[in-house]
């Protein structure tokens, strides 16, 4: 009998949590190999849990991108940390990003967290590259003593540097478990959602201030043609002057988006892309429960 043939399968779900700015979506596209999470320097980016599949012959790894640990101020924030608990209570591992520029004492409650947790812990101190020697020895000290059984490791997951060290440790901690997910899976979520969160990437990344914190993507129809994806989406706003500065003068910001996003959308489909982008407003969605349960933030 081979090696291969008595090696078990390992399976489980590796969930990626810290605070925001750390480069947790940045972490989790580069194990993964895809861009399944949104990337911007603007704080709370990620709103929803996004799950990356990465297989293996005798191993899966479910990776979970999740929000940014914040103070909620309304109720879209308390839901968007309520995905990070989650996260915590349903681990097989727990990967904590933190990085070399954060103070160490903040969010300090869900540090005590991970000291109580039963599964194994994986502290990943993040943008090395852009931090000196000393200091990245300093930091690890600091994560040793803070938190004594997790396994610490120094990364650039922008560089793409040590990410080596961290699917190894992540193999080897996975339990023993039969896959969770198909084989030539790569995520649970489905174009439309990939549609709607290029569409909210291109929003941050083109307005300032308030703006793209006060907006929500809905994608109306997906038509999957064999040659062509016609979508149609809904920018949702909370005020009529947000409505005005999305569209821009004689609609030249809402065109910008909309090319931007159809060009992303087509690089990532691997299709033609025709987007419509429409713009709605809808004043209180933030604190409706109705409104966050249709755009999927609560049950």
Same mark, same amino acid.
């Given at each position: ?168 440790? +992540? @193999? $080897? !901690?996975?339990? &023993?478990?039969?896959?969770? *997910? /198909?084989?030539? =899976? ?31 993507? +809905? @994608? $109306? !129809?997906?038509? &999957?043609?064999?040659?062509? *994806? /016609?979508?149609? =989406? ?66």
């Amino acid at each position: 009998m081979t090696e291969n043939s008595t090696k078990k399968h390992r399976s489980g779900f590796v969930n990626i949590i810290g605070n925001p700015n750390v480069g947790k979506s940045t972490l989790m596209n580069a194990m993964v190999g895809e861009k399944l999470s949104i990337v911007t320097a603007k704080a709370q980016t990620t709103r929803h849990r996004i799950m990356g599949i990465v297989n293996g012959e005798d191993y899966q790894i479910v990776y979970s991108d999740t929000p940014g640990i914040l103070k909620p101020n309304y109720r879209l924030q308390q839901n968007m940390l309520n995905f990070v608990d989650t996260a915590i209570g349903d681990a097989d591992i727990i990967l904590y990003v933190t990085d070399t520029v954060e103070t160490a004492d903040k969010n300090v409650e869900y540090v005590k967290k991970l000291q109580n947790l039963d599964c194994p812990v994986v502290i990943v101190i993040n943008k090395i590259d852009i931090s000196t020697q000393d200091k990245v020895v300093e930091k690890i000290t600091y994560w040793k003593e803070q938190v004594p059984k997790a396994t610490v490791i120094p990364a650039s997951a922008q560089e793409k540097f040590n990410l080596d060290s961290i699917f190894d440790t +992540v @193999v $080897e !901690a996975l339990p &023993e478990c039969p896959p969770w *997910y /198909d084989k030539d =899976a790569f995520t649970d979520k489905n174009l439309r959602f990939f549609a709607s969160e290029i569409i909210r990437e291109k929003i941050l990344l083109n307005y300032d201030q308030e703006i793209p914190y006060s907006c929500e993507v +809905v @994608v $109306e !129809a997906f038509k &999957e043609g064999a040659e062509r *994806y /016609d979508i149609s =989406a809904i920018i949702y706003v909370m005020r009529d002057s947000q409505k005005g500065i999305i569209i821009g003068k004689k609609g030249a910001s809402l065109k910008k988006v909309g090319t931007e996003a159809r060009i992303e959308m087509e690089e990532f489909f691997q299709k033609k892309v025709f987007l419509s982008l429409f713009v709605k407003v809808d004043a209180g969605w933030r604190e409706s429960r109705r409104e966050l349960r249709r755009f999927g933030y609560e049950d």
